[in-house]
């Protein structure tokens, strides 16, 4: 057995190992949540020069704030729809990959274009498409006049579509994933005892991929809630703030306005809000893991 001193040695070398990496995370991810909370306590308006300490006026202000409210509803509303339809597509679609035929090689990577395209790029090129006077979209529908990014019915259905394209092949590569973790001696075995394929699917497939589906759940779901750059190309928030989201409100609060101090708590708020649905799924994911 080795000595208590050995591993105490061992234990001070994998903490000097472990320590530039805490340094940098420290940096780079501490230090910006702590000077955001810091300055959700200020009323910092940069334009007018002003900035004093405020305390928690800012939150309390923050309760009664509608649009806050109304880009929270939207920011659920889309992350909610978005995540759903990716994951009734994506089981599928990784289901069709999982499979054996030829050209799969060549399908599996045509699959992950979308997710490949910058947001940006994407975002820009489905804006053209949305175009309701030359749009691809309304030349397809008989030469329809909707007004896709223009009118409050439309735009945020809009928005999520184009995540949905985006998306939808990340979601399929991590239930793909879990599918190749399933043993294929389990589907032999069923297929001996004549059970059909919706059987084997429904008491082998899925009981098995649902840690992946909630992995994959849980991935979307954060990222789909600190969604920015796709909505704010196509809409910037408009019409009339129908896709104006958490992120979108703090960077027009922040950067277009100036008002760092309250700008910063709308921030905070979405970080909270991120924390919070992350909590309930690791907890889920725990639960189910437990059960198992």
Known sequence: MRGAGSQARERRQAYLLV?????????????????????????????????????????AYLMGDVRFWSALGNT???????????????????????????????????????????????????????????????RLLGGAEINWLGAPGYALHAAILVDVWKTTPFVALLVLAGLQGIPEDLYKAARVDGASGWRQFRSITMPLLKPALLLAVLFRSLDAFRVFDAIYVLTEGGPANTTETLSIYAYKTLMRSGDFGYGSTLSVATFLCVVLLAVVWLRWLGREEGRR
């Not at 230090?31 to 300055?39: F, N, T």
């Not at 090129?125 to 006077?133: G, K, S, T, V």
């Open 19 to 59: 320590a530039p990496a805490v340094v940098v995370l420290a940096v780079v991810a501490l230090y910006p949540v702590l000077a955001a909370i810091w300055l959700s306590l200020h009323r910092y308006i940069l334009v007018f020069g002003e900035r004093r300490f405020t305390g928690l006026e800012n939150y």
């Open 76 to 138: 659920a509303y889309f992350t909610a729809v978005a995540v759903a339809v990716e994951l009734l597509l994506a089981v599928p679609l990784a289901l069709l990959l999982n499979r054996a035929f030829p050209g799969r090689g060549l399908l599996r990577a045509s699959v992950l274009v979308p997710w490949a395209i910058p947001t940006v790029v994407s975002a820009r090129l489905w804006a053209w498409m949305f175009n309701p006077d030359y749009g691809l979209i309304n």
